[in-house]
């Protein structure tokens, strides 16, 4: 029964329908030319409408500033040439012609680094209605130029913007008239960035000819930068001054410095290569590093320093036999010299004014970083 229907219908889609669609696009096209502009009177320019809708945010190379992406342009123009009446041919309100049969604006992305500025006009369609609008929708999949302020990387928030122009086309041949931009509901994830909003706007050139903006808005996601940059780097500001806590007996004040110097460079180093190479948007994150790596660096240098003047007051032990430094240690267990105990202290205090001055100088940093930050 189902075939039967099935059937049925094809039979009459080819008995009713094709003849109708047939006869149209006879019509339609006896007299028309791809190569002729579709305008009402001589010297008026086309007006094209455009529509924008981001597919997908393929990834920014952060190093050279480029975005790439895939971008829907849906471009809508009148060409009275291309009218007719559904009650002649039917009730057909629209019909689907390859692109090549068509006169289409040439149109390209004005900051594309890639060779294809051009929208693609291989195998596609463009849609005819009834009163002579046309829809073509075309991509664009490529690279473009997307200046980053990496001030307050890696919670950063980037601003695109794609220049679309009529290459070919001079103002009194093409203009846009309007352009509007998808809430992007349909856009394919990404991993690293996520889409926050788009818009977009007509402005014109020096020489008069009307170029469309669209503007996206993306946001880094945060949460891979937090574990791999953020929480070590402070994790380890906050190991910056317990360095003299650390009792100077376990020889080990040196090593942690010496880590914790070692680990701000690297950490410093690591960042930086992965931005633009550029003085305008320095991250913020950088000065942190940078601050802490001064301060480990004078924590390094106050430890050899205390180090030191511990050896040179350190008394030694007297020379000569062995019975001798016995006799002199057998003295020295019940009884302790004072100025020893003097020595002790003074450190001691030493230690702690230190501890407190590196933590109440690293807590000011991280803070400042943090008000900019969150502002």
Same mark, same amino acid.
């Given at each position: 029964?189902k075939? *039967?229907?099935?059937?049925?219908?094809?039979?009459?889609?080819?008995?009713?329908?094709?003849?109708?669609?047939?006869?149209?696009?006879?019509?339609?096209?006896?007299?028309?030319?791809?190569?002729?502009?579709?305008?009402?009177?001589?010297?008026?320019?086309?007006?094209?409408?455009?529509?924008?809708?981001?597919?997908?945010?393929?990834?920014?190379?952060?190093?050279?500033?480029?975005?790439?992406?895939?971008?829907?342009?849906?471009l809508?123009?009148?060409?009275?040439?291309?009218?007719?009446?559904?009650?002649?041919?039917?009730?057909?309100?629209?019909i689907?012609?390859?692109?090549?049969?068509?006169?289409?604006?040439?149109?390209?992305?004005?900051?594309?680094?890639?060779?294809?500025?051009?929208?693609?006009?291989?195998?596609?369609?463009?849609?005819?209605?009834?009163?002579?609008?046309?829809?073509?929708?075309?991509?664009?999949?490529?690279?473009?130029?997307?200046?980053?302020?990496?001030?307050?990387y890696?919670?950063?928030?980037?601003?695109?913007?794609?220049?679309?122009?009529?290459?070919?086309?001079?103002?009194?041949?093409?203009?846009?008239?309007?352009?509007?931009?998808?809430?992007?509901?349909?856009?394919?994830?990404?991993?690293?960035?996520?889409?926050?909003?788009?818009?977009?706007?007509?402005?014109?050139?020096?020489?008069?000819?009307?170029?469309?903006l669209?503007?996206?808005?993306?946001?880094?996601?945060?949460?891979?930068?937090?574990?791999?940059?953020?929480l070590?780097?402070?994790?380890?500001?906050?190991?910056?001054?317990?360095?003299?806590?650390?009792?100077?007996?376990?020889?080990? *004040?040196?090593?942690?410095?010496?880590?914790?110097?070692?680990?701000?460079?690297?950490?410093?180093?690591?960042?930086?290569?992965?931005?633009?190479?550029?003085?305008?948007?320095?991250?913020?994150?950088?000065?942190?590093?940078?601050?802490?790596?001064?301060?480990?660096?004078?924590?390094?240098?106050?430890?050899?320093?205390?180090?030191?003047?511990?050896?040179?007051?350190?008394?030694?032990?007297?020379?000569?036999?062995?019975?001798?430094?016995?006799?002199?240690?057998s003295?020295?267990?019940?009884?302790?010299?004072?100025?020893?105990?003097?020595?002790?202290?003074?450190?001691?205090?030493?230690?702690?004014?230190?501890?407190?001055?590196?933590?109440?100088?690293?807590?000011?940093?991280?803070?400042?970083?943090?008000?900019?930050?969150?502002?």
């Amino acid at each position: 029964m189902k075939r *039967k229907i099935l059937l049925l219908c094809v039979i009459l889609v080819e008995t009713y329908g094709y003849p109708y669609e047939k006869e149209l696009h006879q019509h339609v096209f006896a007299n028309y030319s791809s190569d002729v502009f579709p305008c009402d009177a001589v010297g008026q320019p086309v007006n094209v409408s455009i529509q924008a809708e981001m597919n997908y945010i393929i990834g920014i190379d952060e190093i050279h500033e480029i975005l790439t992406s895939d971008l829907q342009l849906t471009l809508t123009w009148t060409d009275d040439s291309l009218k007719w009446e559904e009650n002649r041919f039917g009730g057909i309100k629209d019909i689907i012609v390859p692109v090549k049969r068509m006169w289409l604006p040439d149109v390209a992305i004005q900051n594309a680094l890639s060779e294809r500025r051009r929208l693609q006009k291989e195998d596609q369609r463009v849609a005819i209605t009834s009163n002579g609008t046309v829809s073509w929708i075309a991509d664009y999949v490529g690279q473009s130029l997307c200046p980053l302020v990496m001030t307050k990387y890696p919670f950063d928030t980037q601003n695109c913007t794609l220049y679309i122009e009529a290459m070919s086309h001079g103002k009194d041949k093409v203009q846009f008239v309007q352009i509007t931009a998808l809430n992007g509901s349909g856009i394919f994830p990404n991993g690293q960035w996520k889409f926050v909003s788009s818009s977009c706007s007509l402005t014109q050139e020096t020489s008069g000819d009307s170029v469309a903006l669209v503007n996206l808005i993306i946001q880094r996601r945060r949460d891979y930068y937090l574990l791999t940059i953020v929480l070590p780097t402070v994790v380890t500001s906050l190991l910056n001054p317990f360095v003299f806590l650390l009792p100077a007996e376990s020889g080990e *004040k040196m090593g942690l410095s010496t880590t914790l110097l070692l680990f701000y460079s690297v950490m410093l180093t690591h960042i930086f290569s992965n931005i633009p190479s550029n003085s305008l948007t320095m991250p913020v994150i950088g000065f942190f590093l940078g601050g802490q790596l001064l301060l480990s660096a004078l924590s390094l240098g106050c430890t050899v320093v205390l180090l030191h003047v511990k050896y040179e007051a350190t008394p030694t032990r007297n020379s000569g036999s062995t019975e001798a430094r016995r006799e002199t240690d057998s003295q020295d267990v019940n009884k302790e010299i004072p100025w020893e105990e003097e020595r002790r202290a003074f450190f001691r205090r030493v230690d702690r004014l230190l501890f407190w001055s590196f933590a109440i100088s690293g807590l000011i940093l991280f803070i400042a970083i943090f008000i900019y930050i969150l502002t």
